[in-house]
């Protein structure tokens, strides 16, 4: 396999094995590759139980019906939100 990477990449690998934190550039990709991993199976496993969390609440009749009065409500406090400066955004909803 052949792996490009634009100059910031390929400088900040080679520091990663110059610094001694990676012995060589297939293991500093390999660790990177592996982290990368482990980050999407975290926020897949996140996602999993906050899907499951909404359908219990759902069977258990802990909801609010959609509707036009609902989204107004919403585009209303995500435009205030925004007009704040709020910045805090869950990172696995906006992407």
């Known amino acids: 396999m052949k ?3 634009d100059p910031a990449e390929q400088h ?6 110059e610094q001694g934190y990676c012995q060589t550039l297939e293991e500093a990709i390999r660790k990177a590759v592996r982290q990368a ?12 139980a906050l899907l499951a969390e909404g359908e219990a609440d759902m069977k258990a009749g802990r909801y609010t019906p ?3 009065d609902l989204m107004a409500s919403l585009m ?4 205030e939100r925004v007009a704040a400066g709020y910045t805090n955004y869950n990172p696995d909803v906006v992407g």
Do not use: P
């Open 37 to 48: 991993r482990e980050q999407d199976e975290a926020r897949d496993a996140r996602l999993a």
């Open 12 to 17: 900040y690998l080679n520091a990663i094995v």
């Open 3 to 5: 792996l490009d990477f």
């Open 76 to 79: 209303k406090e995500a435009k």
């Open 66 to 68: 959609f509707s036009d």
